[in-house]
């Protein structure tokens, strides 16, 4: 089975028909043996996906989706850097998925350290620069969420491909939410 929507809206219906399988507990039961046999051939992912890197988020369970289905790029607190971008135009231009998905979830660790003014140590300071304009004083998660809709508009001012693909009607870009209790993801913009 390959699904290919033919547009951006199309895409985001098969992501949310999935989240609601996945909300209820009825998994589509996939073959995954045959899966790899097919895709042996190559990907053709029909959306691209980029979240955090904690481990209760797994895009392809959250959308009831099968092996090939979602090209996922994972960076803790979903901030992007040259990297993340370029994987996103990867998924975005090179595969033609016509969705980008910023998905953040409820309760993010990245996030909550930013807001408590954690002192970092590393590499994680560069993480907490990316958060620390979007952090609302005693919110982590309307931090949260602004940090999304912040990482959102990075890439788009970032990315000229994304940029154009935008304008060409090719890409949607949404920024959605992935609430940990219901299994619900909601969308923000």
Avoid: W
């Amino acid at each position: 089975m390959n699904r290919n929507p033919k547009d951006g809206e199309e895409a985001l219906s098969l992501l949310l028909d999935g989240n609601r399988k996945f909300m209820a507990g009825k998994l589509t039961q996939y073959d995954l043996a045959a899966r790899r046999r097919e895709l042996l051939a190559g990907q053709h992912p029909f959306a691209t996906v980029l979240c955090c890197s904690d481990s209760r988020i797994d895009p392809v369970k959250i959308f009831d989706a099968n092996l090939g289905e979602i090209f996922t790029v994972e960076s803790a607190g979903n901030v992007v850097d040259d990297i993340a971008i370029g994987s996103i135009e990867y998924g975005t231009g090179h595969l033609h998925t016509p969705i980008l998905v910023v998905l953040a979830h409820e309760k993010c660790g990245a996030v909550t350290t930013c807001c408590a003014g954690a002192v970092c140590t590393g590499h994680l300071p560069s993480i907490m620069k990316r958060i620390e304009p979007s952090v609302v004083k005693g919110d982590v998660e309307a931090s949260t969420d602004a940090s999304a809709k912040s990482t959102k508009k990075c890439i788009i001012d970032n990315s000229e491909e994304v940029r154009n693909l935008v304008l060409e009607g090719k890409l949607r870009v949404v920024v959605a939410k992935y609430c940990l209790e219901s299994g619900e993801v909601k969308i923000l913009e």
